[in-house]
């Protein structure tokens, strides 16, 4: 098994790769494709889960990104395109925090249900993890896809554990290639 790679993004203009890879790495590693960006939503106001009584619906009810979460996305969606990195499919949860993340990055992006929170539901992981599973399977060499979700939906699918705005990515085999940090 790979020893998996340690990457960090750092705020510079646009962001740089240090430690054990290059940015040009980890672009080669995203080039290459049959592989997903998965990222757990940037950074947010405090707290954890969503406030009693939340509606999905209402943007208003939830915990939402922080300035800081937003300038985050905005510096990870130059990056990007500075490496002229198109994902074939950039999907978020339905949380507000999720899909703020995916616009600011990215723009356009599609509502996946699998990518929705599961905390505090204990039967619903395994269902949608076998979703993601699938779908990361069919992801192409020569394409990637973004996925804008949850620490608890990535630790489901990877056994990782990732911080806000901290995104791994992930071979279509299931195997976690690098993990980058977005600063």
């Keep these: 098994m790979k020893r998996r790679s340690t990457l960090a993004l750092l705020a510079s203009a646009p ?3 240090t430690l054990a890879h290059s940015a040009a790495s980890i ?9 997903v960006f998965l990222m ?3 950074k947010t106001d405090s707290g ?8 999905l619906g209402d943007c208003s009810t939830q915990r939402n990104l922080s300035e800081g979460g937003r300038e985050q ?6 990056w990007f395109k500075s490496r002229q990195l198109q994902p074939r499919a950039v999907h978020s949860s339905a949380w507000c925090r999720g899909r703020e993340t995916a616009e600011l990055a990215f723009g356009p992006h599609t509502v996946l249900p699998a990518l929705n929170s599961t905390f505090n539901n204990e039967r ?14 069919a992801v192409p060499a020569g394409e990637f896809d973004v996925w804008v979700t949850h620490q608890v ?11 806000m705005g901290e995104a791994l990515i992930v071979h279509a085999s299931g195997t976690v290639l690098a993990r980058a940090t977005l600063a």
């Design 124 to 137: 619903q992981p395994e269902p949608l993890t076998q979703i993601l599973r699938a779908l990361l399977k």
């Design 153 to 163: 939906n990535i630790t489901a699918l990877t056994g990782e554990f990732t911080a």
């Design 40 to 42: 757990r939503h940037a």
């Design 73 to 78: 996305s905005r510096r990870l969606g130059q």
């Design 15 to 17: 962001w740089s790769m």
């Design 27 to 35: 672009a080669t590693l995203l080039r290459s494709g049959a592989c």
């Design 48 to 55: 954890i889960g969503d406030p009693p009584n939340f509606q």
